[in-house]
């Protein structure tokens, strides 16, 4: 059963440009959520999507903007790249049914802004 | 606003030694609760995770204890072995909002 899949694993970004970051969930999981997490620090709350919706936003930018396809897959775009958006970002998938609930992370991507 | 805080930044513990990590929570709202693991360049790992229906819950070598009373948890691994060495981030979560809230993270270094 594959977890959480991100792609790519390392990118790096020249100040000014966009990125597009890729994430697959867990088989059985329809929510999506974004972490930036700076070296040292823990993960900081991006935003989540549901139902190709986005549900709820942490303090980001609008520079930070994403999408969720109809089938849970997600993507983060990050505009007009700032040196301090250098981190991993993580996507954590999640499905909550009843007393059932699930929270599971991807490896990161580790974004470079030179 | 909410918050998740760990009572110490780093922890050196000798191999073969238990470890305890402690985690504060602020929302009482929060019904669930997970322990994650994080090596240097990767993702967060699940350790374990507990409910805010139990007090307690047991894994391989790890143990969660959950204090609602006071909003505290911790984790505690027994023998610590040199591939314990992370970073140990706790974190709570609101399932009915599914907001998920971490704290800075523990570093554990275990020395051999």
């Known amino acids: 059963d594959a977890g959480v899949t991100q792609s790519p694993t390392h990118l790096i970004k020249t100040r000014g440009q966009q990125v597009t970051l890729r994430c697959s969930p867990k088989?059985?999981?329809?929510?999506v959520s974004w972490y930036q997490q700076a070296l040292g620090q823990g993960p900081q709350f991006i935003f989540q999507?549901?139902?190709?919706?986005?549900?709820q936003r942490g303090n980001f930018p609008d520079r930070f903007s994403g999408h969720q396809f109809p089938n849970y897959s997600s993507e983060l775009n990050v505009n007009a790249l700032l040196l301090g958006d250098s981190a991993l970002y993580l996507c954590a998938s999640s499905f909550h049914e009843g007393e059932d609930y699930g929270y599971t992370f991807g490896s990161g991507t580790r974004l470079t802004v030179v | 606003g909410e918050s998740v805080g760990l009572h110490l930044p780093t922890l050196s513990v000798q191999e073969g030694d238990n470890s305890i990590i402690n985690c504060a929570y602020s929302n009482s709202a929060s019904d669930y609760f997970i322990w994650y693991k994080q090596e240097s360049g990767k993702g967060p790992q699940f350790i374990i995770d507990i409910r805010s229906n139990m007090d307690k819950r047991q894994g391989q070598r790890v143990t969660v204890l959950l204090n609602k009373t006071v909003k505290h948890l911790s984790l505690q691994i027994a023998a610590t072995q040199p591939g314990d060495s992370a970073v140990y981030f706790c974190?709570?979560?609101?399932?009915?909002?599914?907001?998920?809230?971490f704290g800075p993270g523990t570093s554990l270094s275990v020395i051999p």
């Open positions: 999507y549901y139902e190709e919706e986005e549900r």
């Open positions: 974190a709570a979560v609101r399932t009915s909002y599914d907001k998920v809230i």
């Open positions: 088989s059985g999981h329809d929510t």
